[in-house]
């Protein structure tokens, strides 16, 4: 049975001291090192590009989990790959030819993701399901941290997880945002494989408490 694997946000992090965060984070038994990056335009916020992640990457062994929230992001998997990243999430509302993003991205190396907003229904991953590796349900609109889960999204995780029984498919379901103690069980419900934590863990004033507590809950599937 394997344990639910949780995945940091570097967008909670003091921006001053990422040497420092991704440290905690390995210290605080994290599985993965996610990172939000933010070009003002898909989301209305900034924060970061590829040489945070290569700089990242020197400084961790965490597989680096990157979250593209941009606009055009083929115009970024290249320079993401090549920094290091483990995992490219992109997001199905900003490209249309995301079949062909999904398969650039693993021929680069990185394994492919996909991402979609509360407001994307499932539906318009159909057809896309069986060449991504990990699928990211926003439980928030994108943009920042420190948002309440909107439940309605962990009904849609929950219809996902089914959907790929069904289809006998094996990509990762990931859950990202508004993630803490009050709602994990709900998220872990759900099927979920990875949960993103980004105030939840660097609020904590024992992250690694709230890491334990994530990987305590039994999955019984
Ligand atoms: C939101 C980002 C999330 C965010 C989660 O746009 O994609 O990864 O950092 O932060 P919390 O856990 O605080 O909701
Ligand atoms: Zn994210």
Redesign the pocket.
Known sequence: METLRVAP?L??ADFADIAGALKLMERAGADWA?L?V?DGRF?P?LTFGPKMAADARARTRLPLDV?L?TVEPELLIEAFAKAGADWISFHLEATVHAHRLAERIRALGPRPGVSIVPSTPLSALEELLPFVDLVLI?T????????S?IPACLDKARRLATLRKERGLPFLISL?????RATLDACCATGADVL??????FGAADPAAEVAAAKAILRPW
């Open positions: 946000s967008l909670s996610h939000d933010m989301v916020n979250h929230m926003m928030v609109n994108p943009g920042f941290g420190g948002q889960l990202d945002g508004g993630v803490n993103v934590m980004g105030s939840a863990f």
